[in-house]
Structures are given as C-alpha cells and as structure tokens.
C-alpha cells in the first residue's frame, strides 16, 4: 500500500511540475527576444551597442557586400516576416528600395536611421542626388543613433532606459572618436588633403575634415541615374591625380578595386591602402565595429598621404 | 482515502510554490526617510574657460533641444542652457533648489566646441550660502571631450560646511 501510495505522489508531483518544466525548455532565450532586422553592418553595429544583449540583431548584408547593388534572398524575406523591427540607412542607399519592399512585403515597421539629418546634395550630371553616405561622420552617426534608440525603445519600452544609458555612452565614444579623428588629421597640410576612392561615398568625411574628394564612380555602384562610372569622370579624376600632385589614391573593401590599381597606374600613383566603405569589415578584422571601420580608415589615410 | 491524500498534498505544494513565485517578485521596499530641505540663502556660481555649444552628440529621446551646459542636484536637473555661453561669463543660479541637510551632489555637464579637439577645457563652481562660499571646485575635460563630473558638499543644519571632491 505504501508503494502505491508512494508511486502516486510521485505521479503527482511530476504532473504538477510538468508545466514549469516544458516552459523553461521551450525558452530559448535569443528566441524570445526583440528581433531587429538591419540593412546594413554599420545599421547592426549601431543597434547592438544600444540593445546589447536584449535583442536579436541581425544585418542583411555581410562584411564587404555592397549595398546599392545587393538581391534579396528568399532568406532575407524568411528574416523580414521574423523581425519585429527593421532599420534601413534610406537615402536610397538600398538600391531600388530592397530593405523598404522586404518589409513592406512582411508587413513589418520600418525605420530610416538618417531621419532628420541634413544630406548633402551632389550635382551628378545637372541631376540632383542626395548623398547617402552619411554614416562617415560621427556627428551624423550620433543621428542614425539617436533615431535607433527611440524606434527600440518604442518596440521595447520596458527596458527604454537601459538603451537611454547605452546610447549616451555610446554617443559619448562617438564625440572622443570626432575629436581623435581631427587631432589626427592635423597632421596632413590642408593642400595635400586629397582623397581619390573607387566610387563617390566619402563626402561627408571630406567635408567634416577638409579634404577634396574625387572618385572614378558615381555616388552608387548601381544603375541608378547620376550613379556608376563615365569616361568623363575618369578622365577628371586622373587630371585631377596629376594637377593637384596626389600622392595615393585608395580602393575600397566593397567595391572591386580594378578600377582604381588602372587608374593608379595610368596616373603614375600608388594605392593608399584598402578602406572601409559601404559595409564594415567581417568578424574579428579590425573593422568589425563602426568605431573600428572609422579608425582604421583614417590611419590608412594618414599612412598613404603623409 | 490515500488518492485523496495525494490530490490534498499536490494542492498544497502547488499553492506554496505559487505563492512562492508571487512573493518573490514582489519588489522588497526599502525604509523610507524624509530628507529635510537645507536652511540658509544658497547661489551656485558657474563659470568656464570656453565658449559652451549645444552638443551635437547628445541623446536625444525627446523633442527638446540638446542642453551645451547641465547641472544637476541630486539627480534632479536644476540648471539646463541650450544656447551658447561665452567663455568667463558667470552664470549664477539664485535661490538652489533641491538642496537637503547631510550630503548632496552636483553634476555639471558642459560641452566644449569641437573644433578644438586638441584642447583641454576647465570648468569652475562655486556654492554660496548666505553669502559665503562654502564649496569651490573646478574640472577640467580630456582633449575633446565634453567635462561631465560631480561633487559632493555636505550641509549641517548649522551653517557650518564640510566640502569633498568626488570627480
């Protein structure tokens, strides 16, 4: 009798504790979080140093893929119908709209992180384009951070604090950086600030910092109007390489650097040095981080023209 | 008779595991204590070595213009500009609000232009009760960085006053 009685209580507690134990293995813990759903890495970077590790982030494009050229995946629309945010960098830098049509398509909220921001506008050919580029100072990336951390804080408003606090220690590591990134750059005469890249994304930096700045390729590798290479553009750039006595010119991580080892050639220069363009470097690289991409962009430029 | 006994023990281990779970996330309230405003006429005095500008780096959640020089009391803001100050002009804060009996502290903000990122700023306050200056502290901010420091002065009900550095 004792047995039974025992075998009982035994079935008794188990089919009592059955339900605390299914809910804590069905929690698993990156399943359960806020995703949000990047377009590019510099985008991902910038979330994660607000959320840490109380959200998902995940960046569409990988290290050194370009985003005015990229294709959705059906991957991508599997990730866009999953993610309860998306972030894009807008000023069609996405070329044809690819991060707004995933989730417009997923029926998911989406955010411009160059909301508010003044862009520069570039006469490509008599055409009016806005610059998308505009993640390379990090007085415009304080914008993109400030408008991430009221879209996650929205999505999350539990923990809207905590990203608060993230977010001002971050924006404070982005003011020492502006401030190390002029100190560093006093070190190149204003004439010989001279930037020649493989296409037209470095106008924000070349302004915040007093270079002159001179690409083959249009402001978009793509096939937008005002974008791409023309004969003409080359040709000014090399005139421009030969005028103006420039001693390096450098290629970029996302786009391929043919263009630019020709030109260089034809103009009798040397490469500078490989820089960080439109996505960051990949994981483990020097690169990784948006802090990291800005730093060793500026000692490759300080390295190939002083 | 025993299945019954059973079915009585599982309820009452279920009900204190549930009343377990709830007490433990009932957040444990801590003795309160009131805090006695401080006695005396006190005028805080702020004064900086460089013009102060809007910072451009500031988080900014809501619709408020972001603040060139902050100052804060007890983690109560008491003193917030978002216009430009020039460098040496005094900027005086008369009566100080938010001060209580025992210890109290300031935290300043202000940020320094960006241009001069090779720069280092300084910063200066003073505390005056009654008339007499009972604190005087100054701070000075890494090349390129904004200054963001506090200090700790604490006031006897008396107006006898001790002051203590907590940069």
Same mark, same amino acid.
């Given at each position: 009798?004792?047995?039974?009685?025992?075998?009982?209580?035994? !079935?008794?507690?188990?089919?009592?504790?059955?339900?605390l134990l299914t809910a804590s293995a069905s929690q698993d813990p990156s399943r359960n979080k806020p995703f949000i759903l990047c377009s590019t890495t510099q985008l991902a970077d910038f979330t994660r140093q607000i959320v840490g590790d109380r959200c998902r982030v995940v960046s569409l494009l990988g290290a050194g893929a370009d985003p005015h050229t990229y294709m959705p995946t059906p991957n991508d629309a599997r990730l866009a119908l999953e993610a309860d945010l998306c972030i894009q960098n807008g000023l069609n830098l996405e070329g044809k709209n690819w991060m707004g049509t995933l989730a417009k398509d997923a029926g998911k909220p989406v955010v411009t992180a160059t909301d508010g921001l003044e862009p520069l506008v570039l006469d490509e050919g008599g055409m009016k384009v806005r610059d998308p580029h505009a993640w390379f100072t990090p007085r415009n990336a304080a914008i993109y951070v400030n408008n991430?951390?009221?879209?996650?804080?929205?999505?999350?408003?539990?923990?809207?604090?905590?990203? /608060?606090?993230?977010?001002?220690?971050?924006?404070?590591?982005?003011?020492?950086?502006?401030?190390?990134?002029?100190?560093?750059?006093?070190?190149?005469?204003?004439?010989?600030? !001279?930037?020649?890249?493989?296409?037209?994304?470095?106008?924000?930096?070349?302004? /915040?910092?007093?270079?002159?700045n001179h690409a083959p390729v249009g402001w978009s590798t793509g096939s937008e109007l005002g974008a791409g290479m023309t004969p003409e553009r080359r040709k000014m750039v090399?005139?421009?390489?030969?005028?103006?006595?420039?001693?390096?010119?450098? @290629? /970029?991580?996302? @786009?391929?650097?043919?263009?630019?080892?020709? !030109?260089?050639?034809?103009?009798?220069?040397?490469?500078?040095?490989?820089?960080?363009?439109?996505?960051?470097?990949?994981?483990?690289?020097?690169?990784?981080?948006?802090?990291?991409?800005?730093?060793?962009?500026?000692?490759?430029?300080l390295h190939g023209l002083k | 008779?025993? $299945? %019954?006994?059973?079915?009585?023990?599982?309820?009452?281990?279920?009900?204190?595991?549930?009343?377990?779970?709830?007490?433990?996330?009932?957040?444990?309230?801590?003795?309160?204590?009131?805090?006695? %405003?401080?006695?005396?006429?006190?005028?805080? *005095? =702020?004064?900086?070595?460089? $013009?102060?500008? $809007?910072?451009?780096?500031?988080? *900014?959640?809501?619709?408020?213009?972001?603040?060139?020089?902050?100052?804060?009391?007890?983690?109560?803001?008491?003193?917030?500009?978002?216009? *430009?100050?020039?460098p040496g002009e005094p900027i005086q804060l008369e009566p100080v609000p938010g001060l209580t009996d025992g210890r109290n502290e300031f935290y300043l903000e202000a940020n320094p232009p960006l241009d001069d %990122?090779?720069?280092?700023?300084?910063?200066?306050?003073?505390?005056?009760?009654?008339?007499?200056? =009972? %604190?005087?502290?100054?701070?000075?901010?890494?090349?390129?960085?904004?200054?963001?420091?506090?200090?700790?002065?604490?006031?006897a009900k008396e107006p006898a006053v001790k002051d203590h550095d907590n940069e």
């Open positions: 009798m004792s047995r039974q009685f025992l075998a009982m209580l035994v !079935i008794g507690l188990i089919s009592a504790a059955s339900p991430i951390v009221r879209a996650v804080s929205q999505l999350d408003p539990e923990e809207k604090s905590e990203y /608060e606090a993230r977010a001002q220690l971050y924006l404070q590591q982005l003011r020492v950086l502006d401030a190390w990134i002029r100190a560093q750059f006093n070190a190149i005469p204003p004439d010989r600030r !001279i930037l020649v890249t493989s296409h037209d994304a470095f106008n924000y930096f070349a302004n /915040e910092y007093g270079f002159k090399i005139d421009s390489i030969r005028n103006l006595n420039v001693k390096a010119v450098f @290629v /970029e991580t996302s @786009v391929n650097p043919k263009l630019v080892r020709e !030109i260089a050639r034809e103009a009798g220069v040397k490469i500078g040095g490989r820089l960080y363009s439109d996505s960051m470097g990949p994981e483990g690289s020097a690169g990784e981080t948006y802090i990291g991409m800005m730093r060793e962009n500026v000692l490759t430029i | 008779m025993r $299945p %019954a006994f059973v079915v009585v023990i599982w309820i009452a281990l279920m009900g204190g595991l549930t009343l377990y779970m709830q007490s433990r996330e009932t957040a444990v309230v801590g003795e309160s204590y009131e805090l006695h %405003a401080a006695e005396g006429a006190f005028a805080l *005095r =702020i004064t900086t070595t460089f $013009p102060v500008e $809007p910072d451009p780096f500031a988080l *900014r959640t809501d619709d408020r213009e972001a603040s060139a020089l902050l100052v804060k009391v007890n983690g109560k803001e008491i003193l917030r500009r978002t216009d *430009r100050v020039r %990122a090779n720069l280092s700023y300084a910063i200066r306050a003073q505390l005056f009760r009654d008339g007499k200056l =009972i %604190a005087d502290r100054s701070f000075w901010s890494e090349p390129g960085s904004r200054i963001a420091s506090s200090f700790e002065v604490s006031l």
